[in-house]
């Protein structure tokens, strides 16, 4: 399907311009819908303490917006399609920071847990439009430079969220402690919604498709039904129950598949088109993007927690620990281009690997040490895993999307991050179901080891990815 109203390639100075600033407010919201997910793991303690939430509300405060996010981006990718991209995104980012106040006014952990549904369900809304905002704004010769952008600025925001979460708490803007974590969306809204109605120069669909309904349906009871599976086994363990409704879940996910592959074949609109996972990179990719996403998430939530739960450390000091990660990860993300042109896949390969080795490394040192740690010491290690994750995460998307034709990569539009934030959830929610239950620094460490396996195991599938032609030229790695 089609929009009208899409820049052509080549067009003229102040179309590039305009395109430029459409994708500016684009990454804004990638921004805030990225740091909402691990901005809120250095909270949480904060608004435990203030709101009186259960292990439960803690649980469903961050997985209850990657879930939402999660069941909400393949039908907002297709409603899109029917209403128009630009369009969708507006409402979305209106919703998105209208959500985020009310997180921020929260009083209780129950309005909290639903204002982040609300807030999940809209940002699904902005995320299942960029691709194909992106892709139908920018000529094929700029996709490479635009998705390294976009995962860049992803990849950022979920790595400065603890370390921002930190700041903005000990700085207790105006006596808003926890608050602030949330408000701090409503500038950033106003100027994404802005620079959307501004620049953002879609028209509406040629065509509409109907919504497939029943695949709205069964794809969102398959993830609520593993996710509340997972969140009752953290809850009271293994038993026939939750393990009934895990095999439930499986199977009402693969009647899912099977329905959309019948309506593809008969020429009907399906919520997802499979044929995207026929091609090589795509469905390798997909693999890794979704263990990626659930492996980073469960990181950062496990280190936050085991930092301020186990080793005592202040939000602040807490931030200030993971800095050199950042800076490490943005170090990668500008270096991973060029070392993606000279080595191809082997640069993705090594950077998970050396941070999967880095993690294993910290996880030893906190059981050597009894939990007492040197930050001076720890700077090294904590920047080289940085590293590995932004050479491994910043072209990972660029490669598994760099075959497809522009039909495709619209179609992934919904497909991509919703895997992400299939990963994001299952992640965070099988830590959480093994974390909470072994709440000790013993549990911490083997969270980290069982991190650090996952991420090597990870380095040998990449190396199974197409090479990207650049790499492929010798010429051209020259």
Not at 2 to 23: C, H, K, V, Y
Not at 129 to 138: E, N, S, Y
Not at 303 to 320: A, C, H, K, N, W
Not at 398 to 412: F, Y
């Amino acid at each position: 399907m089609t929009e009208l109203g899409t820049r052509p390639p080549g067009a003229r100075p102040d179309g590039e311009r305009a395109a430029w600033l459409a994708f500016a407010g684009c990454l804004i919201a990638v921004f805030m819908q990225m740091i909402d997910v691990t901005i809120v793991n250095t909270a949480l303690p904060s608004l435990t303490e203030d709101l009186g939430a259960s292990r439960s509300a803690q649980l469903l405060v961050v997985s209850g917006y990657s879930l939402a996010f999660a069941c909400s981006l393949l039908t907002a990718a297709r409603l899109g399609e029917m209403v128009g991209r630009r369009t969708m995104f507006l409402a979305s980012v209106t919703a998105f920071t209208a959500a985020s106040i009310w997180c921020g006014t929260a009083g209780t952990a129950t309005e909290l847990v639903i204002a982040r549904v609300a807030q999940g369900v809209a940002g699904a809304g902005m995320a299942a439009q960029t691709i194909a905002i992106l892709t139908a704004t920018f000529p094929r010769e700029r996709h490479q430079q635009v998705f390294a952008l976009y995962g860049a600025t992803a990849g950022f925001a979920g790595m400065l969220g603890p370390i921002l979460g930190g700041a903005l708490i000990t700085a207790d803007l105006w006596g808003l402690g926890w608050h602030t974590v949330f408000l701090m969306n409503l500038p950033l809204g106003l100027v994404a919604f802005a620079l959307g109605w501004r620049y953002l120069r879609l028209g509406k669909p040629a065509e509409r498709e109907r919504l497939d309904l029943a695949g709205v349906a069964l794809s969102t009871i398959s993830l609520f039904a593993l996710l509340y599976a997972l969140a009752e086994i953290h809850q009271n363990g293994w038993r026939p129950v939750p393990f009934g409704v895990i095999v439930g879940a499986i199977a009402v996910g693969a009647v899912f598949l099977g329905y959309e592959r019948s309506l593809a074949r008969r020429a009907r609109s399906p919520l997802v088109r499979l044929e995207l996972f026929r091609d090589r990179a795509f469905a390798l990719g997909a693999i890794l993007v979704t263990t990626f996403f659930g492996l980073f998430t469960a990181f950062v939530f496990a280190v936050s927690i085991t930092m301020q739960d186990e080793l005592r450390f202040s939000p602040l000091r807490t931030g200030l620990a993971m800095t050199p990660f950042a800076l490490g990860a943005g170090a990668g993300a500008l270096a991973s281009p060029f070392l993606v042109r000279r080595w191809g896949v082997r640069t993705l390969a090594a950077g998970i690997a050396v941070y999967g080795g880095c993690v294993a490394i910290g996880a030893v040192y906190l059981h050597l040490t009894g939990g007492a740690v040197n930050l001076a010491l720890a700077v090294g290690p904590v920047f080289l895993s940085g590293l590995g994750v932004g050479l491994f995460g910043v072209q990972l998307q660029p490669l598994m999307l760099a075959a497809l034709d522009q039909r495709s990569m619209a179609e992934a539009s919904g497909v991509l991050p919703t895997i992400e934030q299939i990963g994001n959830a299952v992640g965070l929610a099988l830590l959480s179901a093994m974390f909470f239950r072994a709440h000790t620094l013993a549990g911490s460490v083997t969270m980290l080891l069982a991190i650090a396996a996952v991420a090597i195991g990870m380095g040998a599938l990449t190396l199974a990815l197409p090479e990207p032609p650049e790499a492929r030229d010798p010429a051209s790695a020259s």
